[in-house]
């Protein structure tokens, strides 16, 4: 009896993680969103409708016996996407919490994020030296007593230009307050406070770098660049084809998980109290990075192959990559309105089918 059961264990688990079922349902899932966050045009739909259907018949021809899981997991990535598009009517009077790590200040004008009750909203105003230096001192404060003109952003109307409408979307941005007058209120520091606190500091500190630098520092750590300045710089890294080694790929989370693992073994740490503060300081570092999306991905990475060492289950790499964006999809539904985030999950993608290229090829397919 016992050996029917392990028997009987063994096959459902190597049935439910039959090669190519999370990577096609992933697959599926981003097609839905595409569908409703990205088409606006008939052609743009019927691409996208193609795209969902082509992956739904490989689903249910090679795994006929996940159909109910199939529309279960479609219909709730369909009304996460669709709620998360919805907000509520943004009321002009309410005071604007701000934080200074989301403000840049700049010949006395600052712009940057703001919040209005639910609602996030960018704002921009005149500043002098004083109020500056309170907003640096409060960490996070209130803007009340305020004139603004509110408008929504739009669209890109020009082929080729950038859509600051879809970026922001991404991030539940629809609105843009522009400020005449406001005074400052200091906000009440919360736990949740720090880590903006502590991101304001480090960029204070990154900023007392030399340039090339303080560019690497604010990649690598805050998942951002500083300055516009950087710009000749960046592209530079793009001419070359390394960009990528920054923040789109998330590779410096693998170099954080080494560091973190030779350190250990120096000070011979145990693999159970390395595995859970490495755990810990990537979602500190989530946290410091604002959800930069290569960065989420790369540790969702880390956490389920953690996951799946733990529990001993043999996974293919293509499938754990459909389980790392099946998760961060319904953390973020939103997530493939972000521009970096598609290029970060292709060049995954593509490094995970080129493996087996050459490099020559392998470097001709990714690019």
């Not at 969902?52 to 689903?59: G, I, N, R, T, V």
């Not at 005074?183 to 919360?190: A, D, F, R, S």
């Not at 389980?323 to 593509?350: E, R």
Request: glycine share 6%; with cysteine; hydrophobic share 45%.
């Amino acid at each position: 009896m016992k050996r029917l059961l392990k028997s009987l264990k063994i096959n459902w688990l190597s049935s439910f993680y039959a090669p190519g079922f999370y990577l096609l349902l992933s697959l599926g899932c981003i097609s839905v969103t595409f569908l409703i966050l990205q088409a606006t045009s008939f052609a743009q739909r019927v691409v996208a409708v193609i795209f969902l259907l082509f992956f739904c018949f490989l689903l249910i021809y090679k795994f006929p016996q996940y159909r109910q899981l199939l529309g279960l997991f479609l219909g709730i990535i369909s009304l996460i996407t669709l709620l998360n598009q919805q907000t509520s009517e943004t009321k002009i009077g309410e005071p604007i919490q701000i934080y200074s790590d989301q403000v840049k200040v700049s010949d006395q004008f600052f712009y940057g994020e703001g919040r209005i009750g639910k609602n996030k909203v960018l704002i921009s105003g005149s500043i002098n030296k004083s109020l500056e230096k309170e907003l640096n001192r409060f960490g996070g404060c209130y803007l009340v007593n305020y004139k603004a003109k509110v408008e929504q952003i739009m669209p890109a109307t020009n082929p080729g230009e950038f859509d600051y409408q879809k970026y922001y979307r991404s991030k539940k941005i629809r609105e843009r307050v522009k400020l005449e007058s406001y005074e400052l209120y200091p906000k009440k520091i919360t736990i949740f406070d720090w880590i903006h606190i502590l991101r304001k500091r480090l960029i204070d500190y990154f900023e007392k770098m030399p340039q090339f630098t303080r560019f690497f520092a604010n990649e690598m750590v805050l998942a951002q660049n500083p300055s516009p300045e950087n710009e000749v710089l960046l592209n530079s890294y793009r001419d070359l084809g390394i960009i990528h080694l920054l923040s789109i790929s998330g590779l410096h989370v693998s170099l954080y998980i080494l560091g973190i693992m030779w350190l250990g073994t120096i000070m011979k740490r145990t693999e159970e109290e390395l595995t859970i503060f490495c755990v810990l300081f990537l979602i500190i570092e989530i946290l410091l990075s604002n959800f930069q999306a290569g960065f989420v991905r790369a540790s969702l990475s880390y956490f389920w192959n953690v996951f799946f060492k733990r529990k001993k289950i043999m996974i293919s790499s293509g499938d754990k990559l459909g389980i790392v964006a099946l998760t961060h999809l319904i953390l973020n539904p939103l997530l493939f309105l972000n521009s970096g985030a598609i290029l970060s999950y292709l060049l995954v993608f593509g490094l995970e089918i080129s493996k087996d290229f050459k490099t020559i090829k392998q470097n001709i397919v990714l690019n």
